[in-house]
């Protein structure tokens, strides 16, 4: 029997830091948007919302790059200029709503911090070396080797960052490749932009394996004819990944291993419903609670107490 959802690394991931915290962000949250929402739900979703810097920096970038290659495939340029000027503004009203320095926006919700909900606002020089990052990493993704290469050929470019559910092996996936391309050889390429401030290689591999398993599946390529690139901004840098049978067979085996550990705490395995208790919180103590989201709603803002159950 498959799983009732959509598997992905992020997933993978946040089961495997926490159970409790996979079970607010993916259970606990759930339709607490809506206006009728008990306190408690509505609470989770908003704190499930927030954005840690980085990674709200990753998404900017990750956006930029997109905008830019999009403009190149449909013969657009964008101005690079003005982009990088809007970019950059946009953030800083961004910081400025989010610390309360200027109104809401009329449409859309703002960007929520999870340094301000933790109580660690960085102060003024601290937003300023946050957006002075985003600018280094814009111009380092204008002039990155790979961004230069896929200039030179926009017209092989198959995908540009499109979220895709996919079916593989039985299996249901979300594959999200930043790009794919044509190499003009019979065979693709995968790009990952990456935006952290380190990543192991092998890490990287196996993360790309997922879209070169979705790849050879979908466009019949043979898994070896498959190349990735993991390009780094902040840098210059980027990394080749060979993919083999071998390799996507490990990542298969690891998501069907994945989905079935968390299927396994469902009381209907064909109903994508679980209670709260059936999600292990991590150890009373655990140092990763102290700069977890969920600490108000999961019983952890004391360190020292035992976490809600709904049982
Ligand atoms: S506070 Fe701790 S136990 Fe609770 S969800 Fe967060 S990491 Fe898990």
């Not at 008990?38 to 919302?49: F, M, N, Q, V």
């Not at 000027?85 to 999870?114: C, E, M, N, W, Y």
Request: with cysteine; glycine share 8%.
């Amino acid at each position: 029997m498959g799983a009732p959802f959509l598997w992905s690394w992020s997933r993978h991931r946040l089961f495997s830091h926490c159970q409790r915290e996979y079970w607010f962000h993916y259970y606990g949250a759930r339709n607490g948007w809506r206006p009728e929402a008990d306190p408690r739900t509505a609470e989770i979703y908003r704190l499930k919302k927030l954005s840690g810097r980085s990674q709200w920096l990753g998404l900017l970038v990750h956006e930029a790059a997109a905008t830019v290659l999009r403009g190149l495939l449909w013969r657009r340029p964008e101005d690079e200029a003005a982009l990088r000027a809007t970019l950059l503004a946009d953030a800083r009203q961004a910081i400025a709503i989010a610390r309360g320095q200027a109104p809401a926006p009329d449409r859309g919700p703002p960007v929520r911090f999870l340094a301000l909900e933790l109580g660690e606002d960085p102060g003024d020089a601290g937003w300023e070396e946050t957006l002075a990052d985003l600018a280094l990493r814009f111009d380092d993704l204008m002039v990155h080797p790979v961004m230069r290469r896929l200039r030179q050929v926009p017209g092989r470019m198959i995908e540009i960052d499109r979220l895709r559910k996919v079916r593989l092996d039985g299996l249901r996936l979300y594959v999200a490749p930043d790009v794919l391309v044509d190499d003009g050889e019979g065979g693709r390429v995968i790009v990952d932009w990456k935006t952290g401030r380190s990543h192991d290689p092998e890490v990287v591999a196996r993360q790309m394996a997922v879209y070169a398993w979705w790849v050879a599946q979908y466009d019949g390529i043979p898994v070896d004819r498959i190349k990735g690139l993991q390009a780094n901004v902040p840098g210059r840098e980027h990394l080749t990944v060979s993919f083999d049978s071998t390799l996507v067979d490990a990542v298969r085996s690891l998501a069907t291993e994945s989905i079935a550990a968390m299927v396994a705490p469902l009381p209907d395995p064909r109903r994508d419903q679980a209670p709260e208790s059936a999600f292990e919180p991590r150890p009373v103590g655990d140092p990763a609670c102290d700069r977890c989201r969920f600490r108000g709603p999961c019983g952890r803002a004391d360190p020292r107490s035992d976490p809600k159950s709904d049982s």
